[in-house]
């Protein structure tokens, strides 16, 4: 039976959604392309119907995962942002969390289409980020990017340092403690 060009897109965003999820579970060196499909229901053989390259699934899954973290951050206040992001419950699902600290450093050893699409995803979680900024000179707005950015890196980093510790590490949760009541009074 002929697959519709409806259904051959609807297949192909599965794809992009199931490997999605396992990119940020176990990076990009973890999981193969029969891995992906075999999770989202298909055969290996199927795979190069709708990608050329497993890098081009990494670009579409990551610029998919990145858009929906956008999206979610967007409106949101930084404190209410900074309480979510370094949490427990994001911590430990790193499949369904944010793609920047599940992937970052998978992404720097990757092809540039790869580097490419992370840089957009970052741009677009400070523009969610920059919502709240209202109207701003030059200088003021040099400063709330500069602001933001350091705020996305210190979030970032304390969820991939404390991931880096055993989940029932006193030390895991100290760093989330810790990051998050600093970065909390610096946005005060």
């Known amino acids: ?10 297949n192909r965003a599965h794809i ?11 990076g990009y ?6 891995d992906i499909m075999a999770a989202a229901g298909f055969t290996h053989g199927g795979f190069y119907k709708h990608f050329r390259s497993k890098a081009d699934l990494m670009a579409e899954a ?21 309480k979510e992001y370094i949490s427990r419950k994001h911590r430990d699902a790193p499949g ?10 998978d ?12 840089a957009d995803g970052i741009e677009s979680q400070l523009a969610a980020l920059a919502l709240e ?24 980093g304390a969820i991939v340092l404390s991931r880096a510790c055993p989940d029932d590490s ?3 949760d100290e760093i989330l403690e810790v990051c998050r009541t600093r970065i909390l009074s610096q946005n005060a």
Do not use: W, Y
């Open 96 to 105: 369904h969390g944010c793609t920047l600290a599940a992937l970052c450093s």
């Open 170 to 172: 006193t030390l895991a």
């Open 16 to 26: 992009v959604e199931t490997a999605a999820v396992l990119f940020r579970e176990r």
């Open 62 to 82: 990551a610029a998919s995962s990145l858009a929906q973290s956008a999206t979610q951050s967007a409106g949101a206040d930084v404190a209410g942002f900074v």
């Open 133 to 156: 900024d209202g109207p701003l000179n030059k200088t003021a707005k040099r400063e709330a990017r500069a602001k933001r950015i350091d705020t996305l890196a210190h979030v970032i």
């Open 29 to 34: 060196d973890g999981v193969g392309v029969a």
């Open 1 to 10: 039976m002929k697959v519709t060009k409806k259904q051959a897109l609807e």
């Open 107 to 118: 992404a720097a050893r990757q092809p540039e289409s790869v580097k490419t699409t992370f």
